[in-house]
């Protein structure tokens, strides 16, 4: 490195005190040589340079601890081109407004990929992990919840019950590993409804029951639900949120309260539209498989499309009904 007479004015301190001593700052011969109210020298290599920011004094730290707070900014940067400093590259990136686009750019869509396929693919693994008896817990406390809250004893005619579970018990699955499931029917405090638990409760509203109309339709929404269970959608869900819960806690401190109650979260979830497409095909494939009419699926999305004009719940968290219906009728 070069000699130069170059001289800045700073402030030192020792690093023991908060004494601060006025000196100079030249360098000479490779060493940096502090004069004024403190001398001494040392080499330039052994020194470390604080980054640029606006507001704040750059320091040079000593090998020791003691350190420099520089006050001529435009001599120092003028010392340093002398001696050959170079910021680092991470630095230089930082001051750069193009370079912090970029980062910020590139970090977004780092984000956005990994919340469209890293995500569910770790959820999707994670939930083939979860012990059953997890899911089953989930599932009971929730139902035990939504009881308390929101849903009151059916009061559909048993017979009428007992005839659209034994009929659906009796249907062949489209495919293997059929999950374990229990119907369940409720009165509803939101209107006509369907859903499935991670338990493998599928809970299905006397108003829905009774809005459909029709033996068919029932059995078509529990098969939707069915295919659910099948793909295990709600669980991955959940795993999603849990970890995006758990990215924010990260980023931005505790969020309990925002996760605090499972149940109140899961009355929330919205599939995806991947997730409903994978419900109505094992749907559509199970009807198929014992010889129901696939129309039976699109008077439930017709019945609860003319219902949603009354604000239904059903459809609120689930794809236009005009969009899987014109679907149904082209897989024909």
């Known amino acids: 490195m070069m000699n130069s007479e170059l001289i800045v004015a700073a402030f030192y301190f020792d690093g023991k005190s908060s004494r601060r001593h006025s000196v100079t700052l030249a360098v000479r011969n490779g060493l940096a040589v502090i004069s004024g109210d403190v001398r001494r020298e040392c080499a330039i290599g052994d020194l470390r340079v604080s980054e640029r920011f606006r507001n704040a004094r750059r320091k040079v730290t000593f090998p020791d601890g003691a350190y420099?707070?520089?006050?001529?900014?435009?001599?120092?940067?003028?010392l340093l081109a002398r001696t050959g400093f170079q910021d680092s590259f991470v630095v230089r990136m930082q001051q750069s407004w193009r370079s912090t686009l970029m980062a910020f750019a590139?970090?977004?869509?780092?984000?956005?990929?990994?919340?469209?396929?890293?995500?569910?693919?770790?959820?999707d693994l994670a939930a083939k992990a979860l012990p059953?008896?997890?899911?089953?817990?989930?599932?009971?406390e929730?139902?035990?919840f939504l009881d308390k809250r929101m849903l009151t004893p059916s009061a559909l005619d048993a017979a009428r019950q007992q005839a659209l579970i034994s009929r659906f018990r009796t249907l062949v699955p489209p495919a293997d590993g059929m999950p374990a499931y229990a119907i369940v029917f409720r009165k509803s405090r939101i209107g006509p409804n369907a859903f499935a638990l991670p338990s493998g409760h599928i809970v299905l509203t006397d108003e829905l029951v009774n809005l459909v109309n029709s033996d068919d339709a029932v059995i078509a929404v529990l098969a939707h639900e069915l295919g659910h269970l099948h793909e295990r959608h709600?669980?991955?869900r959940l795993i999603q949120g849990s970890m995006i819960g758990a990215g924010a806690t990260l980023l931005f401190g505790d969020v309990s309260s925002v996760i605090a109650n499972i149940p109140t979260v899961m009355l929330d979830l919205k599939y995806s539209r991947d997730a409903e497409r994978e419900a109505d095909d094992y749907a559509l494939a199970m009807l198929k498989k014992n010889g129901i009419d696939?129309?039976?699926?699109?008077?439930v999305f017709e019945a609860l499309e003319k219902e949603?004009?009354?604000h239904s719940p059903y459809l609120s968290s689930h794809p236009p009904a005009s969009e899987r219906i014109a679907r149904i009728r082209g897989a024909k």
């Open 142 to 144: 929730t139902l035990a």
């Open 294 to 299: 696939s129309a039976a699926l699109i008077r």
């Open 132 to 140: 059953e008896s997890v899911e089953h817990m989930i599932g009971k």
């Open 308 to 310: 949603s004009d009354d």
């Open 68 to 78: 420099l707070e520089i006050l001529d900014p435009v001599a120092f940067d003028a």
């Open 106 to 123: 590139m970090t977004a869509s780092l984000l956005v990929i990994g919340y469209l396929y890293a995500l569910p693919a770790a959820a």
């Open 234 to 236: 709600l669980t991955r």
